[in-house]
Protein backbone atom coordinates (compact mmCIF):
# COMPACT_ATOMS: atom_id res chain seq x y z
CA UNK A 1 0.00 0.00 0.00
CA UNK A 2 1.58 3.35 -0.78
CA UNK A 3 2.09 6.29 1.91
CA UNK A 4 1.05 9.33 2.40
CA UNK A 5 2.47 11.43 -0.48
CA UNK A 6 3.45 14.96 -1.31
CA UNK A 7 4.35 17.39 -3.81
CA UNK A 8 6.34 19.22 -4.98
CA UNK A 9 9.16 18.22 -2.45
CA UNK A 10 10.79 21.72 -2.57
CA UNK A 11 9.57 24.98 -3.06
CA UNK A 12 11.07 28.86 -3.24
CA UNK A 13 9.02 31.46 -3.53
CA UNK A 14 8.88 35.37 -2.73
CA UNK A 15 7.32 37.41 -0.27
CA UNK A 16 4.31 38.17 -1.44
CA UNK A 17 3.54 35.27 -3.16
CA UNK A 18 0.76 32.20 -2.54
CA UNK A 19 1.87 29.05 -2.67
CA UNK A 20 -0.68 26.15 -3.10
CA UNK A 21 0.94 22.11 -1.66
CA UNK A 22 -0.52 18.75 -2.27
CA UNK A 23 -0.80 15.66 -0.26
CA UNK A 24 -2.31 12.57 -1.42
CA UNK A 25 -3.81 10.23 1.80
CA UNK A 26 -2.50 6.45 2.23
CA UNK A 27 -5.80 4.41 0.44
CA UNK A 28 -8.62 4.22 2.88
CA UNK A 29 -7.66 6.94 4.67
CA UNK A 30 -10.33 9.64 5.20
CA UNK A 31 -8.32 12.24 7.76
CA UNK A 32 -5.88 14.30 6.36
CA UNK A 33 -3.76 17.04 8.72
CA UNK A 34 -1.62 19.23 8.16
CA UNK A 35 1.56 20.39 10.74
CA UNK A 36 4.33 23.16 10.13
CA UNK A 37 7.59 22.40 11.12
CA UNK A 38 10.43 25.10 12.27
CA UNK A 39 13.65 24.91 14.00
CA UNK A 40 12.33 27.39 16.60
CA UNK A 41 8.52 26.44 16.93
CA UNK A 42 8.98 22.65 16.51
CA UNK A 43 6.39 20.96 15.34
CA UNK A 44 3.23 23.09 14.92
CA UNK A 45 -0.55 21.56 14.35
CA UNK A 46 -2.49 23.71 10.86
CA UNK A 47 -5.92 22.22 10.77
CA UNK A 48 -7.48 18.78 9.28
CA UNK A 49 -9.56 17.77 7.47
CA UNK A 50 -12.22 14.77 7.00
CA UNK A 51 -14.83 13.89 4.19
CA UNK A 52 -13.98 17.23 2.93
CA UNK A 53 -15.21 19.54 5.96
CA UNK A 54 -12.33 21.20 8.63
CA UNK A 55 -13.54 19.27 12.16
CA UNK A 56 -10.14 21.02 13.56
CA UNK A 57 -7.45 24.17 13.22
CA UNK A 58 -4.44 25.34 15.48
CA UNK A 59 -3.54 28.85 15.73
CA UNK A 60 -1.99 30.32 12.77
CA UNK A 61 -3.71 32.95 10.57
CA UNK A 62 -6.14 32.85 7.79
CA UNK A 63 -3.58 33.15 5.23
CA UNK A 64 -3.45 29.97 5.73
CA UNK A 65 -6.18 27.52 4.25
CA UNK A 66 -6.82 24.15 3.51
CA UNK A 67 -9.72 21.78 1.64
CA UNK A 68 -10.33 18.00 0.87
CA UNK A 69 -11.45 16.57 -2.32
CA UNK A 70 -13.79 13.87 -2.93
CA UNK A 71 -11.00 11.47 -2.92
CA UNK A 72 -9.61 12.53 0.19
CA UNK A 73 -6.69 14.02 -1.47
CA UNK A 74 -5.72 17.50 0.43
CA UNK A 75 -4.43 20.68 -0.61
CA UNK A 76 -3.08 23.63 1.69
CA UNK A 77 -2.64 27.00 0.43
CA UNK A 78 -0.23 30.25 2.27
CA UNK A 79 -1.32 33.35 0.73
CA UNK A 80 0.78 36.46 1.08
CA UNK A 81 4.13 34.66 1.95
CA UNK A 82 5.88 35.90 4.55
CA UNK A 83 9.90 35.15 5.66
CA UNK A 84 8.87 33.47 8.32
CA UNK A 85 6.41 31.11 6.64
CA UNK A 86 10.05 28.99 5.47
CA UNK A 87 9.25 25.55 6.85
CA UNK A 88 8.63 22.05 6.45
CA UNK A 89 4.69 21.79 5.95
CA UNK A 90 4.09 17.77 6.65
CA UNK A 91 0.69 15.98 5.57
CA UNK A 92 -0.69 12.93 7.74
CA UNK A 93 -3.31 10.63 7.50
CA UNK A 94 -5.45 8.75 9.76
CA UNK A 95 -8.49 6.31 8.96
CA UNK A 96 -10.89 8.39 10.47
CA UNK A 97 -9.01 11.53 12.42
CA UNK A 98 -9.40 9.58 15.80
CA UNK A 99 -7.43 10.19 19.07
CA UNK A 100 -6.25 7.30 19.14
CA UNK A 101 -5.57 5.50 15.66
CA UNK A 102 -2.17 7.34 14.92
CA UNK A 103 -0.97 9.07 12.27
CA UNK A 104 1.23 8.18 9.30
CA UNK A 105 3.18 11.14 7.73
CA UNK A 106 4.18 11.98 4.57
CA UNK A 107 7.99 13.14 3.36
CA UNK A 108 7.11 17.00 3.90
CA UNK A 109 7.21 19.64 1.64
CA UNK A 110 10.12 22.43 1.92
CA UNK A 111 9.05 26.10 1.69
CA UNK A 112 11.87 28.49 1.66
CA UNK A 113 10.23 32.07 1.32
CA UNK A 114 13.08 34.89 0.01
CA UNK B 1 -4.60 22.06 27.43
CA UNK B 2 -2.52 18.98 26.79
CA UNK B 3 1.09 19.67 26.11
CA UNK B 4 4.19 17.27 25.94
CA UNK B 5 7.74 17.77 27.49
CA UNK B 6 10.52 15.89 26.17
CA UNK B 7 14.19 16.27 28.30
CA UNK B 8 16.65 16.76 26.73
CA UNK B 9 16.85 17.96 23.59
CA UNK B 10 20.28 16.01 23.03
CA UNK B 11 21.15 12.29 24.03
CA UNK B 12 24.40 10.67 22.65
CA UNK B 13 25.14 7.15 23.38
CA UNK B 14 27.72 3.93 22.78
CA UNK B 15 26.58 1.64 19.89
CA UNK B 16 25.37 -1.19 21.82
CA UNK B 17 24.38 0.75 24.59
CA UNK B 18 20.75 1.23 26.54
CA UNK B 19 18.57 4.02 24.89
CA UNK B 20 16.19 6.25 26.86
CA UNK B 21 14.41 9.20 25.75
CA UNK B 22 12.42 10.82 28.03
CA UNK B 23 9.14 12.52 27.46
CA UNK B 24 6.05 13.57 30.01
CA UNK B 25 3.17 14.81 29.39
CA UNK B 26 0.44 16.56 30.21
CA UNK B 27 -3.36 16.62 29.26
CA UNK B 28 -6.88 17.30 31.03
CA UNK B 29 -8.04 13.56 30.07
CA UNK B 30 -6.79 10.38 29.47
CA UNK B 31 -4.55 10.77 26.64
CA UNK B 32 -3.39 8.59 23.77
CA UNK B 33 0.51 8.54 23.56
CA UNK B 34 2.71 8.33 20.30
CA UNK B 35 6.13 7.91 19.70
CA UNK B 36 7.90 8.71 15.91
CA UNK B 37 11.22 9.21 14.72
CA UNK B 38 12.34 11.53 11.69
CA UNK B 39 15.42 10.94 9.67
CA UNK B 40 17.32 14.24 8.02
CA UNK B 41 14.88 15.15 5.25
CA UNK B 42 12.25 12.37 5.77
CA UNK B 43 8.63 12.65 7.14
CA UNK B 44 8.02 11.23 10.82
CA UNK B 45 7.90 7.45 10.96
CA UNK B 46 5.70 6.02 13.72
CA UNK B 47 7.13 4.29 16.71
CA UNK B 48 4.69 3.06 18.87
CA UNK B 49 1.35 4.31 20.45
CA UNK B 50 -0.51 3.57 24.17
CA UNK B 51 -4.04 3.62 23.78
CA UNK B 52 -5.32 2.71 27.27
CA UNK B 53 -4.46 -1.16 27.09
CA UNK B 54 -1.08 -2.42 28.47
CA UNK B 55 1.08 -0.06 30.19
CA UNK B 56 4.44 -1.41 28.45
CA UNK B 57 3.89 -0.64 24.86
CA UNK B 58 6.30 -2.46 22.12
CA UNK B 59 7.27 -0.91 18.64
CA UNK B 60 9.29 -0.86 15.73
CA UNK B 61 12.90 -1.48 15.46
CA UNK B 62 13.35 -2.75 19.05
CA UNK B 63 11.57 0.31 20.70
CA UNK B 64 9.48 -0.22 23.68
CA UNK B 65 8.03 2.56 26.35
CA UNK B 66 6.14 2.40 29.55
CA UNK B 67 3.03 4.60 30.12
CA UNK B 68 3.48 5.60 33.84
CA UNK B 69 0.59 7.31 34.99
CA UNK B 70 1.32 8.42 38.38
CA UNK B 71 4.28 9.97 36.93
CA UNK B 72 2.65 11.14 33.55
CA UNK B 73 5.53 10.03 31.96
CA UNK B 74 5.82 7.99 28.51
CA UNK B 75 9.47 7.14 28.39
CA UNK B 76 11.21 5.39 24.76
CA UNK B 77 13.49 3.02 25.44
CA UNK B 78 15.92 0.46 23.35
CA UNK B 79 18.25 -2.10 24.73
CA UNK B 80 20.74 -1.78 22.96
CA UNK B 81 21.74 1.45 20.21
CA UNK B 82 22.42 0.64 16.53
CA UNK B 83 24.12 3.52 14.42
CA UNK B 84 21.43 3.33 12.22
CA UNK B 85 19.17 4.81 15.45
CA UNK B 86 20.48 8.10 14.79
CA UNK B 87 17.48 10.78 14.26
CA UNK B 88 15.29 12.88 15.93
CA UNK B 89 12.78 11.18 17.85
CA UNK B 90 9.62 13.13 18.93
CA UNK B 91 6.56 12.23 21.55
CA UNK B 92 3.17 13.49 20.81
CA UNK B 93 -0.36 13.11 22.83
CA UNK B 94 -3.70 13.45 21.94
CA UNK B 95 -6.48 13.63 23.87
CA UNK B 96 -9.55 11.50 23.74
CA UNK B 97 -11.82 14.41 23.17
CA UNK B 98 -14.51 15.66 20.50
CA UNK B 99 -12.25 18.90 20.21
CA UNK B 100 -9.06 16.78 19.14
CA UNK B 101 -9.97 15.16 15.74
CA UNK B 102 -6.69 14.86 14.01
CA UNK B 103 -4.60 16.66 16.47
CA UNK B 104 -0.95 15.79 17.93
CA UNK B 105 0.56 18.25 20.26
CA UNK B 106 4.32 17.11 19.37
CA UNK B 107 7.33 17.76 22.00
CA UNK B 108 9.84 19.78 21.55
CA UNK B 109 12.36 16.40 19.73
CA UNK B 110 15.13 14.71 21.23
CA UNK B 111 18.14 14.29 18.42
CA UNK B 112 19.64 10.85 19.65
CA UNK B 113 23.14 10.59 18.69
CA UNK B 114 25.59 7.27 18.24
CA UNK B 115 28.43 6.87 18.70
CA UNK B 116 31.03 3.66 17.07
Known amino acids: KAGVTQTPRYLIKTRGQQVTLSCSPI?????VSWYQQTPGQGLQFLFE???????NKGNFPGRFSGRQFSNSRSEMNVSTLELGDSALYLC?????????????FGAGTRLSVL | AQSVTQLGSHVSVSEGALVLLRCNYS??????LFWYVQYPNQGLQLLLKYTSAATLVKGINGFEAEFKKSETSFHLTKPSAHMSDAAEYFCAVSEGSGTSYGKLTFGQGTILTVHP
Open chain 2, 27 to 32: SSVPPY
Open chain 1, 92 to 104: ASSLAGLAGAGQY
Open chain 1, 49 to 55: YFSETQR
Open chain 1, 27 to 31: SGHRS
